[in-house]
């Protein structure tokens, strides 16, 4: 169970064209200036075993994009400490926006996307990740993004 978007909000087509600019499935750059990676926001779902998942980008520091990346495919990467971040994807069912919420990003073994954790807010979100949601709530998100209005 799991939605993803494919590049952060502020990707346009047109930084196809630029040198200093790349999207690949699991990172971006815009004009060499802003870095991104792309994470799972796990929500738990009450009642089963099961975990609810947003697939999206964070934007990290140059420093810690660039650590990210040196030890991108290394075996034992999960030891890094988490990389702060800026939330980059607008999840549009939420009544309060989710641009720029503050995450870390735990680095997981490699194969596996990182754990985006939102700072513990009383943003819907973020109460969400900390306290699971119900299987109702999975089929009311599944709807809203299946079947936008």
């Not at 169970?1 to 630029?18: C, G, I, L, N, Q």
């Not at 790349?22 to 075993?49: A, N, T, W, Y």
Request: hydrophobic share 40%; proline share 5%.
């Amino acid at each position: 169970m799991s939605y993803s978007t494919m590049a952060p909000d502020v990707w346009d087509s047109s930084f196809e064209s630029d040198q200093a600019s790349m999207l690949s499935s699991d990172q971006c750059v815009i004009k060499g200036k802003h870095f991104f990676i792309r994470g799972l926001i796990e929500i738990p779902v009450i009642g089963s075993e099961d975990v609810f998942s947003w697939g999206v980008w964070v934007s990290l520091s140059k420093d810690n994009f660039a650590r990210a990346l040196d030890v991108w495919n290394t075996e034992g990467r999960e030891a890094e400490k988490p990389y702060f971040g800026w939330l980059s994807t607008e999840l549009a069912l939420y009544s309060e926006s989710t641009t720029d919420l503050k995450t870390n990003a735990h680095t997981r073994p490699v194969g596996e996307r990182p754990f985006i954790e939102l700072e513990p807010t009383d943003h819907p979100l973020a109460v969400e990740q900390r306290t699971g949601i119900t299987q109702d709530r999975v089929r009311e998100i599944a709807m809203a993004v299946l079947h936008p209005a």
